[in-house]
């Protein structure tokens, strides 16, 4: 006979979780359990996943408990490359959406009577395009709007600057002028005098001396208030779209106490990293500085440490590093800001060291330069996981597009930037590039059918910060108002373009233990969106809005 079986002891009841979220469509971003009803918090992390029944065992008297009434919960969004430092400044004249010179001057004159005593005109966001036939603007076009007040106007990109003859002699511009610490001044072929039309600014304006010499030389936008100002609006924006980690892709040493002066006040809702610019001419003290900071700023609210640097500039100036000449020329191809040779050495020199870097390139020469370094270093220094980035990667040849799974390298980019207004048929990036180059043209299913590692970004000044827009132009490639689309053939599934927006870029910046998925022991970032992204129609993505955005547990916003 044998004996009974030993009476089971029932698992102990969990302790009550500090919150619950239940009733809710979860999408997890995580493979092991892609599909979830409830989750529970516990001091900032999640300690349970999984349907309703469940949940009712996390339940305590003093549980915060969120019905979601069935709407879609996502992860957090991780926007990868946002310059919410940089940001849209309400002081300047808001030239966006402007389409021709007319229109510019307009805003300008609307503005100087709303500011009869400004001693300088400040402007953002003209577009290339405005100016006919491809060329760039001069100081004469901006003198006969502005007249004697100097004028300094911000490219839409942020990579150039437009100033009138006023501002060129309050800022030094003249036909002695070559590279300033603020950009470099384009001249007359004919004449050799300045045109008012300053190149290569994000590159040495945006710099830690550029800044400098902007504020010396009593330019407003450069003081550090306006600097702050810019930084907490868009701070705020982040938050209301649900992104509960900005990357921060560009700053110098002297703006990390922006960004501390803004946790001090209970202004950083979301998580931030910081990457610390490198431009040419660097030394290794100043890359000591930056370890330093490393190592000071390393917690889960604020981190500093990738590098940012530049390869080439920009497809619409036709300043970008291409492997063939500009539609239209016969020689003009850009160039990349160091010899191939050279930014091999220096890549491989700061991987030796343990930096990761994020390398913007646009071109596909300048795309194939920065692989190439990549692979140089791997063979000076060894395979590691260094997640270096390609940042922008809009015209990719073909050739490269499985290299960046092979070398481990991530593909940072910004779908908005393909859309068919803003870069198709009839804008200038389309028409410089050319027609028998447009399949290059931000390759994002390519490059994930290859295997690489897609992390998604706004580009926040550039274009719009609102993660939905960038889901909506992944998925379709149309323009915003609905249209055809341009190079549907690149479109990804919804379902890869919010990894691209949670996981990827969690991934990208080694953050996938702590955030990216709604997993147990994660911190508990998290989004309930007002409608289902999923599964409504894409046209619908655009104007779903964040209903709540949670960070480590607590509700940083409702709408």
């Not at 001091?43 to 029944?53: K, S, Y």
């Not at 407003?220 to 702050?228: D, I, K, L, T, V």
């Amino acid at each position: 006979m044998t004996s009974p079986a030993p009476a089971l002891t029932p698992a102990p009841a969990p302790a009550p979780a500090d919150l619950v979220l239940r009733a809710a469509r979860v999408h997890t971003v995580d493979p092991g359990l892609p599909e979830a009803e409830a989750l529970a918090v516990t001091r900032g992390r999640i300690v349970w996943v999984g349907d309703d029944a469940g949940a009712d065992a996390w339940i305590g008297p003093d549980t915060e408990v969120i019905d979601a009434a069935g709407r879609r919960v996502l992860p957090g969004f991780v926007d990868a490359h946002n310059h919410v430092r940089l940001g849209s400044d309400e002081a300047c004249v808001q030239l966006a959406g402007a389409r021709s010179l007319e229109e510019i001057g307009a805003r300008i004159a609307a503005w100087r009577e709303q500011h009869p005593d400004a001693q300088w005109i400040e402007a953002e966001a003209f577009d290339y395009s405005v100016f006919p036939e491809g060329r760039m603007p001069r100081a004469e076009d901006l003198d006969e709007l502005t007249g004697d007040t100097p004028a300094f106007v911000l490219s839409y990109d942020v990579h150039t600057m437009w100033v009138n003859t006023a501002a060129m002699a309050r800022l030094g511009i003249d036909r002695t002028s070559h590279e300033l610490p603020f950009g470099t001044p384009e001249k007359d072929p004919v004449t050799g005098e300045p045109t008012g039309f300053v190149r290569d600014f994000a590159v040495r304006g945006l710099s830690r001396a550029g800044h400098r010499a902007l504020r010396e030389l009593g330019v407003p936008w450069a003081s550090p208030e306006r600097q702050y100002g810019r930084l907490l609006r868009s701070l705020d924006d982040a938050t209301r779209f649900g992104i509960t980690t900005i990357v921060e892709p560009q700053n110098s040493l002297d703006d990390l106490e922006l960004f501390t002066r803004a946790r001090t006040e209970g202004r950083l809702r979301s998580r931030l990293v910081a990457a610390l610019f490198h431009p040419r001419g660097t030394s290794d003290a100043e890359l000591e500085e930056f370890a330093e900071a490393a190592r000071r700023f390393d917690d889960e609210w604020l981190r500093v440490g990738p590098l940012k640097l530049y390869i080439d500039d920009v497809v619409e100036p036709r300043t970008a590093a291409m492997l063939e000449p500009y539609s239209g020329c016969h020689r003009h191809s850009g160039e990349t800001f160091y010899q191939p040779e050279e930014f091999a050495d220096l890549l491989a020199k700061l991987d030796a060291r343990g930096f990761q870097c994020f390398v913007h390139a646009t071109g596909d020469r300048g795309i194939r330069t920065v692989l190439d370094a990549v692979a140089h270093a791997r063979e000076l220094v060894g395979p590691r996981d260094a997640r270096h980035q390609v940042v922008h990667v809009e015209c990719c040849d073909p050739q490269d597009v499985p290299r960046f799974a092979e070398l481990g390298v991530v593909a940072c980019m910004q779908p908005r930037h393909c859309a068919p207004e803003i870069a198709g048929p009839g804008q200038d990036w389309a028409h410089n590039v050319g027609p028998e180059r447009w399949h290059k043209a931000w390759p994002m299913r390519s490059l994930q059918e290859k295997g690489a590692t897609l992390a998604f970004s706004s580009d926040w000044n550039v274009a719009e910060m609102d993660p939905m827009v960038g889901l909506y132009t992944a998925v379709t490639r149309r323009p915003l108002g609905g249209g055809e689309a341009w190079m549907p053939e690149e479109t990804v599934d919804v379902e890869t373009a919010v990894h691209a927006y949670t996981m990827g870029s969690a991934y990208a910046n080694f953050l996938e233990e702590e955030r990216g998925s709604l997993t147990v022991g994660k911190v508990a970032d998290l989004v309930v969106l007002s409608r289902d992204v999923l599964a409504v129609e894409p046209e619908e993505i655009p104007g779903t809005v964040c209903e709540i955005v949670m960070v480590g547990g607590e509700v940083v916003h409702r709408a």
